[in-house]
């Protein structure tokens, strides 16, 4: 609570925003209680059965050669076939991973969403920033033009059509401030925040700093991704609770003693008359019902079977997501590069068409169409950046490679 307030009351950066949103997050901590009940199921799986207590009175005493029987008390264990207990706790234990690992994939499924809506709102707030620079250039060029207009060198139609360039950058400007309220609202939603708290951007991202994708033969997804390794261990489970299965149908042994209470006899005198009986006894549950025990076992069969062919089908999906995000990667970074180039390029055209203007070798709109191009570029640059960043936040969601992760919040005894 001291951690969600002191980001509130700041203004919070990216992983400030992702330490909160996993922290508090209502699925995540949902999750989190999933797995506790499991690691509890795995303790209760591993025991025996209660034991049995009978107790009898005899309302008409059984009379016996050394008196009547008054009552009896008796206890019973049920002893289940070798190794059923140990296959069942087993299952339980696989379950029990499996829903950690979907702690872990709820937790990147969150990252990742927030990620994305927190560049999203950042490119609104680049372009804002592009517009806003474009303002302060035409408002100097307005100056700039009227000092020329009053010379007699520039015309009145000159001044006009620059002042309707301001009004449509304002107007522009404006655009991209409520999209920068609605994106911010997104992201603090996510992270779970008021939905008007401020977040700070950075004033630039080095396209240097993101890891490039690793090649495919570096890929090891069978132990990375959680997705994969939940249904690893739902068909572990169903393979472990198919061999419990098939051990039910074997005899299941009863362990137990009787007390019996025997009273004196007082119509004659008899050796040991009034002596209480104890007595140990054994049984056996015998399975009758081999067929619904046969299909017991099946059903766990065709349960590991479909985990199994899931998990093929989600590893091969997840290779073929790899490969296109590394395509799209590569894409995004070399038209960020064209049109950083462009950019520079435009940049210099402009100039050469300023000083065309300025001595009548070129036309107003001429030189205010490379202007817009250059607008353009520099708009282009953004897009592409926070394009290959947002692929990056969905390659870390695939390998478990955001640094943040889900912090348990009880103590467990060493489970």
Known sequence: MIISASVN???????????????????????????????????????????????GYFVSPVETRLGPQE?????????????????RSKAAESEARAD??????????????????????????KLKQIHQSQLKWLEAQQEWIETKYKDGSKSMADVVRIKMAIDRQKEQIEKYKDDITKRSVRVNKIANREPYADIHFPDSIDAATIAEFPGMDKV???????????????????????????????????????????????????????????????????????????????????????????????KNELYAQIFDLSTEYQDAFRKLELAAQQAEDALYVEELLKSDYATGAAGFDEWMEIRRELLEYQK?????????????????MILNQFKIKPAREKKLDKK
Request: glycine residues 4%; positive net charge.
């Open 380 to 396: 282009e640059q953004i897009r592409n950046l926070v394009n290959a960043l947002k692929i990056n936040a969905e390659r870390k």
């Open 9 to 55: 009351a700041q203004q919070a950066n990216l992983e400030e925003l992702q330490k909160v949103a996993v922290k508090d997050n209502p699925g995540i901590k949902a999750a989190f209680n999933q797995w506790y009940s499991g690691l509890e199921k795995a303790t209760t799986e591993a025991a025996l059965p209660d034991p049995s207590m009978a107790f």
């Open 100 to 125: 950690y690992y979907l702690i872990e994939q709820k937790s990147n499924k969150i990252l990742k969403q927030l990620t994305v809506a927190y560049y999203e709102a950042y490119l609104a707030a």
């Open 220 to 314: 090891q997804l069978d132990s990375v991704n959680p997705g994969l390794m939940v249904l690893q261990n739902k068909e572990q489970a169903s393979r472990y609770a198919g061999i419990a299965s098939e051990r039910s149908n074997y005899p299941a042994l009863n362990l137990g003693a009787e007390y019996i209470a025997i009273g004196e006899r007082t119509d004659m005198e008899v050796s040991g008359s009034g002596k209480d009986a104890a007595v140990a006894k054994i049984s056996l549950n015998l399975p009758v019902n081999i067929r619904k025990n046969k299909a017991r076992v099946a059903m766990k069969e065709f349960q590991a079977e479909k985990y199994n062919h899931l998990y093929e089908e989600k």
């Open 71 to 87: 009552f009896r008390a008796g206890v019973s264990q049920q002893i289940p076939w070798f190794g059923t207990l140990k296959f």
